[in-house]
């Protein structure tokens, strides 16, 4: 049972543009979300995060947008690098339960083309 | 500032053989510690977690093991190793807040 949904494996944008990285969840509980990308043959690196209190978190070029009553959480990345092509992935957290129930969704194949 | 290594970086095998990956965590006490593993066209798969030393939680029923001898280390270990072992493994810590911090993972390859 998936909780954390990435439903597009893959997506290509081109550069300069903006990339949108979609995820859903179905667990209504889940109070903090984060956002991690993975190149090749290494670990994740965090990249932000948002709380259920907020809609909206921003960071340089990365913004995570939630919306809670649709159960939806986007990362938008502008403008868009070669550099940013990597795997992205979403994770969840319920209240209290602590780091380790971090539940993560597949994953989301970003190419930026030159 | 905070430091995850894991070693080794690659590992081939043979399928039977035992298996002893370590992960150990530096500027930093009492962190929480995490195993995973990614397999081809998967996501992240928790397979063990530990809140300190000795107390490990399995996430996952299989062939592996994972054991916590110091504060800052934490060892994935297999006795015989099955062709579905392959993939990528990857120690993460967290100093008890919401973000977990990736290792740079080992890539293991059974045979």
């Known amino acids: 049972d998936q909780q954390v949904k990435q439903n597009s494996p893959s997506l290509s944008v081109q550069e300069g543009r903006i990339s949108i990285l979609n995820c859903d969840y179905t667990n209504s509980m889940f109070d903090y979300f984060l956002w991690y990308k993975k190149y090749p043959a290494e670990g994740p690196t965090f990249l932000i995060s948002?709380?259920?209190?907020?809609d909206k978190n921003e960071d340089g070029r990365f913004t995570v947008f939630l919306n809670k009553s649709a159960k939806h959480l986007s990362l938008h990345i502008v403008p868009s690098q070669p550099g940013d092509s990597a795997v992205y992935f979403c994770?969840?957290?319920?209240?209290?339960?602590?780091?380790?129930?971090?539940?993560f969704g597949k994953g989301t194949k970003l190419s930026v083309i030159p | 500032s905070q430091t995850i290594h894991q070693w080794p970086a690659t590992l081939v095998q043979p399928v039977g053989s035992p298996l002893s990956l370590e992960c150990t965590v530096e500027g930093t006490s009492n962190p929480n510690l995490y195993w995973y593993r990614q397999a081809a066209g998967r996501g992240l798969q928790l397979l063990f977690y530990s809140v300190g030393i000795g107390q490990i939680s399995s996430e996952v029923p299989q062939n592996l093991s994972a054991s916590r001898p110091q504060d800052r280390q934490f060892i994935l270990s297999s006795k015989k190793l099955l062709l579905s072992d392959s993939g990528f493994y990857l120690c993460?810590?967290?100093?008890?807040?919401?973000?977990?911090?990736f290792g740079p993972g080992t890539r293991l390859t059974v045979l």
């Open positions: 948002i709380s259920s209190i907020k």
């Open positions: 993460a810590w967290s100093p008890n807040t919401d973000t977990q911090y």
């Open positions: 994770a969840a957290i319920p209240p209290g339960a602590g780091s380790y129930q971090l539940t």
